[in-house]
């Protein structure tokens, strides 16, 4: 069984960091590309940004600078830091498996994810 739980939502105001997990089971996620997405309500799941399984990796131009992707092989997680965050940030966060080795991009992710989706976690930021 393909597993993901993802956590570290929060509210937070303007300016604010949060860093959020993904945590997978029933694989091993060091051998994959995982990106993060953003979904809102009625929309489809957004690519956000995308580590490889070799450590390359992608931000959207509206993340870029601001959030981090990381990988813990060991731990099966796979991390993003999220800074001077925006009130259009506000989102529920997922992480999925890109079906790709050792690259991605904006249309890597958008061609090759995973449909299998955990219940994601919750950002909001506000003033």
């Known amino acids: 069984q393909l597993q993901f739980v993802e956590s570290g939502g929060d509210s937070v105001q303007p300016g604010g960091s949060l860093r959020l997990s993904c945590v997978a089971s029933g694989f091993s996620l060091g051998w994959d590309t995982v990106a993060w997405f953003r979904q809102d309500p009625g929309k489809d799941h957004e690519g956000i940004s995308c580590?490889?399984?070799?450590?390359?990796?992608y931000y959207d131009d509206f993340v870029k600078g601001r959030f981090i992707i990381s990988r813990d092989n060991a731990a099966n997680t796979v991390f993003l830091q999220m800074s001077n965050l925006r009130p259009e940030d506000k989102s529920r966060y997922y992480c999925?498996?890109?079906?790709?080795?050792?690259?991605?991009?904006?249309?890597?992710?958008?061609?090759?994810?995973?449909?299998?989706w955990g219940q994601g976690t919750q950002v909001t930021v506000s003033s």
């Open positions: 580590i490889s399984d070799d450590g390359t990796t």
């Open positions: 999925a498996v890109v079906g790709v080795k050792r690259m991605c991009d904006r249309a890597l992710v958008a061609r090759y994810a995973s449909d299998y």
